[in-house]
């Protein structure tokens, strides 16, 4: 929850209540004007790699590959943190 709070803090939309080992960013909310086919979560994805190094996942229509001319409810960006392998300077970077 600390990543989520902070995150929050900052304006990043972040799907609430945070999962215990993953924290959702809403990427439709942060690339409002990027639609759905030009896949907003991977976007964002590709460029926290880019500009960090930090590997997340797209969920949405890549992952899930609606019919042509359907989309997903969401498009959302994944960021997984195994328990007892980061550190609080590993989430502070990440921020």
Do not use: N
Not at 12 to 26: E, K, N, Q
Not at 45 to 64: H, N, P, Q, T, V
């Amino acid at each position: 929850s600390y990543m989520a709070e902070r995150l929050t803090a900052l304006g990043v939309p972040v799907l609430l209540p945070p999962g215990g080992h993953a924290i959702y960013l809403d990427a439709s909310v942060m690339l409002p004007s990027v639609p759905p086919e030009h896949l907003p979560g991977q976007a964002i994805a590709c460029a926290l790699y880019e500009e960090g190094g930090i590997r997340s996942c797209e969920i949405g229509d890549l992952m899930f590959c609606p019919k042509p001319g359907v989309e997903s409810k969401r498009q959302l960006v994944r960021l997984a943190f195994p328990r007892r392998m980061y550190t609080q300077a590993h989430v502070d970077y990440a921020i």
